[in-house]
């Protein structure tokens, strides 16, 4: 299993046009084969700043999903409205502490 966290940071004025994309994708990429859900976080003190966190089967369903069809709809639509250059992890659960 693979974590990804992504961090997006917009231009202010373009916050609620990436929200409201958002809302037309959200359940397609949640039901993309290999992803096992997805969240999307906004940080309190700078709204700019919202993260995507979603859990995949591995690195392979990943990729199968940065090179599809979907992704390649989405992602020329938002870059546009970004006010920094992404970041992202890939990452392996160690601890679990959540119930």
């Known amino acids: 299993m ?3 966290i992504v961090k997006l940071q917009f231009k202010e004025e373009k916050i609620n046009d990436f929200l409201l994309h958002f809302e037309t994708v959200k359940w397609e990429v949640t039901n993309f084969p290999g992803c096992r859900g997805m969240k999307l976080f906004q940080d309190m003190k700078t709204p700019c700043i919202i993260m995507t966190y979603s859990v ?3 690195e392979k369903t990943l990729e199968n999903y940065k090179n599809s069809a979907l992704f390649e709809s989405i992602w020329p639509n938002i870059k546009v ?3 920094a250059k992404p970041e ?3 990452l392996e659960t160690t601890f679990d502490g959540f119930k």
Do not use: N
Request: aromatic share 34%.
């Open 2 to 4: 693979l974590v990804r």
């Open 56 to 58: 995949w089967d591995d």
């Open 81 to 83: 409205w970004f006010d």
């Open 88 to 90: 992202a992890w890939s």
